[in-house]
């Protein structure tokens, strides 16, 4: 795997290295010994996946606040997302800074979240699943979000929003959101 930091510390887009062949190929997706040996949170207790039926459909931002913050490993398997982490973490000095990376099946890059991001996508085609390894139960009570129009970010969607659920659409904005 090759690991590319991004700007904001601690976050990562990983590219699997493939061996090809005549079959096809194969790639190491995930290495606990990996992502330990540079200070990721290399705890895996859960895996998800999401099936977003139309283009413009958007997820997020999500994140859980302690104890039960998480560390997500993010990737597309069908279809193509663009998808976007927003440092909230308070001592950070890239705090309310986001990045915004296309994650398809075809590029089969994958994006490390650490815990104190907010994270959320956005389908660029129909029938787009994605696939999360999380560091961290899911705690309905730890679990939090901000605005995904939050003028504080001003995250550039590439696309008009189709599809948003009721939750994501009334997530307060990061004055009032984050404790």
């Avoid at 090759?2 to 190491?28: Q, V």
């Avoid at 976007?84 to 890239?94: A, M, N």
Wanted: proline share 5%; charged share 25%.
């Amino acid at each position: 795997m090759i690991f590319k930091e991004a700007k904001m510390r601690g976050a990562y887009i990983i590219e699997p290295e493939l061996i090809e062949d005549e079959r096809g190929f194969f790639a190491r997706i995930w290495s606990q010994e990996e992502f330990g040996s540079r200070g990721l949170n290399s705890k895996l207790v859960q895996c998800n996946s999401s099936l977003n039926k139309q283009t413009g459909t958007l997820r997020g931002m999500h994140y859980q606040i302690p104890p039960h913050e998480e560390a997500k490993l993010v990737r597309c398997t069908s279809g193509a997302i663009y998808d976007v982490i927003v440092d909230l973490r308070r001592d950070s000095p890239t705090r309310g800074q986001w990045i915004g990376v296309e994650l398809t099946s075809r590029n089969r890059l994958m994006i490390y979240v650490p815990e104190g991001f907010a994270h959320g996508f956005q389908t660029l085609e129909d029938d787009t699943e994605v696939f999360y390894q999380v560091s961290e139960y899911y705690h309905p009570e730890s679990a939090r979000g901000v605005r995904w129009d939050d003028p504080t970010f001003s995250i550039d969607w590439p696309l008009g929003i189709s599809v948003i659920s009721e939750r994501d659409r009334s997530h307060p904005f990061v004055g009032a959101a984050h404790e």
